[in-house]
């Protein structure tokens, strides 16, 4: 039985690979323009209040750009010597950390895991040895494998002059490329296309803009919980630990690990003061359930973490971190589809005799 693909169908499907191939060729140089141009769409809705205001756009992209970049530099070099401080000393001091921690935790394993089979502590006394040497060895890999993987200083510079040229340029032509796109769309399907490009939309905005947000305040919130915990490197755990917030769960559990790992080995049994750097993340992880998110995010987005924990994985296993910069938006794209897709079958005659 040959299947027949309408021309609408082929002409989209050949659209789309057209888009892959092209990415696929340029991906090499494409994260400056993958950060310009979320950069353009985190600040959009600034600029476009600026020219309702009667501010010209070009005029309103400026300002709002040049305030953008002052608030990133500034904070940069408010807290960028202390972090790249201690996130040098944790480096070095951790393999010493590790020991510590294996010194305090692994006779309490033995003791507890002897009483069940003598034969396993003797593969635990048989591991210790060599549980500081593969913490050096993980450590080492894997900063030999992020500056491989592209962070070079020559590509972070070129990151720092690009970015922002692309954003200024996508948000002071920003009108008129929208124009170009919704006069591409075809017009016997305009009023759906325009729907879910609306709902594309709405869906990143509120992750997107909502979600850092969510970051930012968890990062101070963190930071100055840890640091007023006494902690060392708390500054820097909570701040990082905000950061990948944007990934679900990735935040939380690397920053109650490591603070857990770090507070056992320097408090020293100090059952309290311990239980002070774990009530910070308990208290951050209740601010973020039912307060910031909730505030700040709402239920908007319409994507579900494991959904946005997957895509964000492939995206770096895929292509890097590009892949991973655009991962959401590519997310959002799908989710809307299959949900406009399951409506639509829902509605569908098949779907009507089978139920």
């Not at 191939?21 to 141009?37: D, H, K, Q």
């Not at 070129?158 to 948000?171: G, S």
């Not at 008129?176 to 490009?197: G, V, W």
């Not at 950061?243 to 490591?258: E, K, N, Q, S």
Request: glycine letters at 8%.
């Amino acid at each position: 039985m040959d299947i027949k693909i309408s021309y609408p169908i082929r002409f989209w499907l050949g659209v789309l690979l057209g888009i892959v191939l092209l990415y696929w060729l340029f991906s090499p140089v494409m994260f400056p323009f993958a950060a310009g141009i979320t950069m353009a769409y985190f600040l959009e809705p600034i600029v476009s209040k600026l020219e309702r205001n009667k501010i010209p756009r070009w005029l309103g992209t400026l300002i709002t750009l040049a305030g953008f970049l002052f608030f990133i530099v500034l904070i940069l070099l408010l807290i960028s010597p202390m972090v790249i401080a201690q996130i040098t000393a944790l480096a070095l001091a951790l393999p010493d950390y590790i020991e510590k921690a294996r010194e305090h935790l692994i006779p309490w394993a033995k003791h507890w895991i002897s009483e069940i089979s003598p034969n396993y502590a003797q593969h635990i006394e048989a591991a210790k040895s060599s549980t500081t040497e593969n913490a050096a060895a993980f450590l080492s890999s894997a900063l030999k494998g992020i500056v491989s993987g592209g962070l070079s200083l020559i590509n972070i510079i070129t990151l720092f002059i690009l970015t922002p040229v692309i954003a200024f340029y996508v948000l002071r032509d920003w009108d008129k490329m929208t124009a170009i796109i919704d006069n591409l769309i075809p017009r016997k399907s305009y009023a759906i296309i325009k729907e879910q490009l609306s709902e594309i939309n709405k869906t990143l905005s509120g992750f997107i803009r909502g979600q850092a947000l969510v970051c930012l305040c968890l990062g101070l919130f963190y930071a100055i919980g840890l640091r007023l915990s006494g902690l060392e490197y708390g500054v820097t755990v909570g701040l990082v630990a905000g950061v990948l917030t944007i990934i679900p769960y990735v935040g939380t559990v690397f920053g109650f690990a490591l603070s857990t790992l770090l507070a056992v080995v320097q408090f020293e049994g100090d059952l309290i003061r311990i239980g002070i750097v774990i009530l910070v993340f308990v208290i951050g992880q209740g601010l973020e359930g039912y307060i910031l998110t909730p505030k700040l995010v709402g239920d908007r987005v319409g994507l579900h973490p494991v959904w946005i924990l997957f895509a964000i994985i492939a995206g770096l296993s895929l292509l890097g971190f590009t892949g991973a910069l655009i991962a959401v938006p590519v997310a959002a794209v799908i989710g809307v589809l299959v949900r406009f897709a399951a409506k639509k079958y829902k509605e569908s005659d098949i779907y009507k005799r089978l139920v």
